[in-house]
């Protein structure tokens, strides 16, 4: 906490440690720490008041830096930060709603397949379980 104190403005500071996210961007720069990475050079690049993130609503302020602290912590030093959401394109084609043309012929019913749909199939009632009186 101290060195983002020491890095970040104290607003963008308090913003980043009172959001429910700063568990894990604390546990990021910890690793970090560990690996002796220079975190706190990775932080100072969303500081400046010029930084991308600063622009927009207020309203996503906090998911804007969220977002920019995360790609800095993410991004090494040599390259630049990127200014958009990273898409991952497999989550993206694992959450994708449009499916390959089926072009396999229609399945005929086969002679065991039911000729009414399940929910207007009538069905007997359950037999009753455990003792009788």
Excluded at 17 to 35: F, G, I, K, Y
Excluded at 71 to 86: F, I, N, V
Excluded at 111 to 128: F, K, N
Aim: glycine letters at 2%; charged letters at 20%.
């Amino acid at each position: 906490m101290s060195r983002v104190n020491e890095t970040l403005p104290e607003r963008d500071a308090t913003l980043l440690m009172s959001s429910r996210l700063w568990p894990v961007l604390a546990h990021r720069m910890h690793r970090m720490a560990q690996q002796n990475l220079p975190f706190a050079a990775h932080l100072a690049r969303i500081a400046p008041d010029t930084a991308p993130w600063r622009t927009g609503p207020p309203s996503g302020t906090t998911a804007r830096l969220l977002l920019a602290t995360h790609h800095a912590l993410t991004t090494p030093l040599d390259q630049a930060l990127p200014t958009d959401p990273r898409v991952s394109t497999t989550a993206a084609r694992s959450r994708s709603t449009t499916t390959v043309p089926d072009t396999a012929p229609p399945k005929q019913p086969t002679p065991t397949e039911p000729a009414a749909p399940a929910h207007r199939q009538h069905a007997a009632p359950a037999p009753r379980q455990g003792h009788r009186r």
